[in-house]
């Protein structure tokens, strides 16, 4: 049976009122994620206005040079805004938080130090990992002991300074030492440990001892052998095989005081701008 044209015509504009309440909606709906998108901007605009006053930071000793760089640009971006760091060891930053330091962020050099201050209620919210490092080896400029390889380390006589086991580096360091018995010799890791003459607090003081002529050798961050520091040691490069990977967590204290600039701080850490910085002193980026 065929249908009349004036029988077809009612669904034709049927079709064509829903093609216009469609596309109502979806005008009303892209208008919609424009304003929240402007909204959003707004607000970043008013939490950014916001970062100013006092910034208290607790970082991973390793992260010195870049942080203090990052500080400065935040500083001249947010006029108001002082940010004052507190650089050590991350096992003795988290302690002084749980005794009651205040801080508004904490950056450790590994997930265990961060975890552990999660369990101490200290920090709170996400803990995300910023960027990465890997190890080397240095030695004084003079390098009486001629050390030329990582295997070197394990000769009899080598007085080799580290930071302790507790020490995100020092943990790292023993670790790389114990992989590189397969390339080193079986008993690589006891002659190692066994010429330990000294154990640090931080990274930056094993650079310290080694750069005084104080040992014969040290482990440390690549990031921590700054054109400063080069003038004064030798680097000995620990192979991909045995070396390790260091990533670092940073997180809002639970007690922070200064919101906004907290926020502001790690959203610029985690810029492309915080990381350029963080890479340009010798530390992974995070897309690397």
Known sequence: ???????????????????????????????????????????????????????????????TEPFTEIGRRLELSHPGLKVVYNFGG????????EQGAHADVFASADAAQMEQAKKSNVVQGQSPVFVKNRL???????NKAKITTFCD???????????????????????????ASTECGADFEQRT????????ENVKQVVTKIQLG????????????????????????IADAYN????????LTKEVRNPAAAQAFIGFVLSAEG???????????LKE
């Open 136 to 142: 080397v080896a240095i030695v004084p400029k003079d």
């Open 244 to 251: 390790q990977v260091a990533t670092y967590p940073i997180a």
């Open 193 to 200: 440990l066994k010429n330990i003459v000294s154990e640090e």
């Open 90 to 97: 991350s096992p003795t930053l988290r302690t002084q938080l």
């Open 275 to 285: 990381q350029a910085i963080l890479k340009a002193h010798s530390f992974i980026p």
């Open 1 to 63: 049976m065929m249908t009349s044209p004036s029988n077809r015509r009612p669904s034709f504009v049927g079709r064509a009122v829903y093609v216009l309440a469609f596309l109502g909606a979806f005008c009303l709906d892209f208008s919609s994620h424009f304003e929240q998108l402007h909204l959003l901007k707004v607000a970043q605009a008013q939490e950014q206005s916001q970062a100013a006053g006092e910034l208290t930071v607790f970082a991973a000793a390793s992260l």
């Open 153 to 179: 380390l394990g000769k009899p006589g080598v007085k080799l300074d580290l930071a302790n086991a507790k020490v995100p580096v020092g943990t790292y360091s023993r670790q790389a030492i114990a992989k």
């Open 214 to 237: 104080e040992a014969d050798a040290g482990i440390v961050y690549v990031s921590d052998v700054t054109p400063r520091v080069s003038k004064d040691v030798q680097a000995i490069t």
